[in-house]
Structures are given as structure tokens and as C-alpha cells.
């Protein structure tokens, strides 16, 4: 169970056999109040075992207790796991779950699962297949009626993380405006990247939050590709095309806390994966397009991402640099708060385990995130709170929010029942509708 679900907790209650009340300390509104729900643990199988015990225990670990649609009946370490139907499951009266009996196998790695696919020897292959890079492949699997595929972008989201406020003082910014910062974002083909990386099936967001979560801000400012809107905005910030070749960056030109004649060139950060090469080929091009000259700067993960001072992301030394971040249920506007700044102690309130790399600071913005996450979601406050916060967010552009990652899963060609929810952390949420062949609608 998370600390600090224990720490808020007052009081944990059973008030009758069907009813459970909690009740947080004094001064506690946390809006996710509504899963603070501990996982009971049935003490007339567990209740002999120690809780040392519990974390190694067969029959707490190999044969869980549980009111699923199926019940474990054998577990082979590293091969397979056997389920039964439960007899006892609430929903059998509609006729589920569908099968008697289900069988998990672990293979080793996606060629082979997708070979079992294809051969009829398994149903289903979930998320944790990581079937990405199979996309391609899969869909003419399905367009040769072998396969079914189901995408749904998922919960992790990619960005491209501006320099705002280097831990440098001495060190400038070339992106310390937002009317640069939007004119960034203006110039770079964000749907191509959406397009050609995940099969034309991902979504290009508009702000931290996934445009499917009900506290979306459907309002705020969008950035389509448009260069010569871009290349318009640039001017008027001060970055100036004085030869007219798109070979050649653009020159400051009264740019605040620049001198006249910085060329508006950097490195943009990533990592070594296929992936964010190929994002990191699509921005440069398109920068180009405006006069940007992006250069390339691949790095092994655990080099980007190194704590700071020294870690050139969590150091806060860098100019643009991508990467992802994974939302939960409330919209993570925290991300991008000012105490979330990296930096020395007490100075910075998380010292160089910040979360906001930018350097990003807007004491509204500050506001109407603290009023978000301070509300409960039954009041017009906690929605009005985290759409003004988006709107700001939008604004100002701290980071540019390129795409959303997938969720992909692939089955055999007459399965059904398959729903792959953004919101659930596994496409097995609903397995008991699971189906297929004469079984199907």
C-alpha cells in the first residue's frame, strides 16, 4: 500500500459487510479520494503468515485470493499460468466469463509471440508484448484477415522540453519568450511524427492532458503546422531571416537577454531509440523550413537522464530536449509548478529531483493548479481549475507536447470483446467479455 495513502489516513472502517468508510486527517482533500480503498486481505487464509512471510508465501503469491472472472489453478514459473472458471463470479448469470478454461504462456520475445499469433497457438497478445515496432507488419497481417489489431493511445505522452530558465545564470536562453517558444511550435510537423511513427493511429495533444480525459481544456490554443505562420511570429520576436536562405539559422535582433547576431541554433536532445531518432529527423526538418537549425544529440538514456547538477535535462542545461512523461487519472499539472523547478536546496523545494526542467515559472499558472488539486471532483471549482491551468499552460508553452503513445494488442481474426482503455494499465481490464469465433456478437 503507497505511504502516503497510510499517512492520510485517519480512519479505516468496516460499518457493515457491504460498506467501508474512509476518513483522511484534518485539512486532507486530495481529489482521488474515492480509490483510497485498501485491497482486503482474507485473514482466514493469510492470517497465520507474518507480513514477511506474505511477500514470499505460496498461497499469498502463487495463489492469490481474489472475485475475478477466473480463479488460478496452476502456476509454472517462466512457462505458463492456467486459469478456471470462478464459479462464484457475480456476473456468471449473464454468462461469463466466456471460457471454462484460459492459459497464460510467457514467450520469450515479440517475433515469437507474433509467430504463435500467426500459427494459431495463442488468442491474444497484450500490451506487454511490445508490439510497437510490429505495427506495420500486423496491419497487413489484418488486411490479410491473420490478424485483428486494436490501438488506443495510451497514458504516456512525448514532449519537447524548452530551456527557459538555465541553472546557469550566466548561460542565455534562446528560448526565454513564449512568442518564441510558440512560433517553435508552429514549425514543427507535429501530426507527421503522430503519422509515420505509429501508423497514423496516435493523436498530436494539445497540453499535458490526452484530448479522450473528461478534464480536457477543448478551448485552448492549438498549434498547427503552418511555417510561414511561424516564420511571421519569428520576426516578430526578433529572430530575423536577414539573407533569405533557409540554409543559414536566423539572427537575434533585439531579443531580450541576447546580443544582436545570436543565430538561433542548438542541440536537441534525445535518446539513442529508433523512435525518437526518427521524431528528432522529422523536427529538424521541419525547423529548418522557418530558419531553425536543430542538431541531433543522442545520448544513452541513463547519460539524459542523470540527476542533476551534472545530467544535462535534470541539470537544467540544455537548449530543446524530448521525453516522456506518464499521466494518471488527475491531470499532472504539478509537472510544471514552480516549486517543481530542479535545483540546489532549500532554493529549489525538491532540490535536483524536480520534475519541471524548464525552469518554467507563472505564478497563475502556480494558482490554478494548487486550486485543482486542492478541489474535489464534485465541484464546478476542480474543472474550472484545471481548464484555466491548461489554458495558461497553452499560452505560455513551456514544453510542446508532440504525441501520444500506443497501446497496441493483436488477436486472432474472430476475437472479440477486446477493448484497450486508455485509463486501465492493462487490455486485460474486461478479460471475462473476452471471446471469439461463433461466441461473438
Known sequence: MRAELIAYTHAYKSLDELTVEWRGIPGSRNP???????????????????????LTAETSNRTPLGWGPYLIEEWTAGDHISLRRNPNYFRKDEGLPAFEKLVFRFVPDREQALAALLAGECDVLDETTGLEAKGSELLEQQNAGKATVFFEAGSAWEHADFGILPANPATPSLFATKETRQAMALCINRQRMADELFYGQS???DSYVSPSHPLFNPQVKRYTFDPAAASALFDAAGWKDSDGDPNTPRLSQGVAGLPDGTPLAFQFLTTTEDEKQRAAQILKESLAQCGVQAEIAGLPWEQLFAAGPEGPIFGRNFSLAQFGWISGMEPPCFLYTTQEIPGPYPQSPKGWGGANVSGYSNPAFDLACQQ???????????????????AIFAEDLPVIPLYLRLKLVAARPDMCGVIVDPSSDTSLWNIESFNYGEGCP
Open 203 to 205: 493523436q498530436v495533444p
Open 372 to 390: 485543482a488539486l486542492s478541489t474535489l471532483p464534485d465541484v464546478p471549482e476542480h474543472q474550472a481549475a484545471h481548464f484555466q491551468a491548461q
Open 32 to 54: 482521488g479520494y474515492a480509490n483510497h480503498f485498501f485491497t482486503p486481505l482474507p485473514r482466514h487464509a493469510w492470517g497465520t503468515l507474518s507480513p514477511e512471510d506474505l
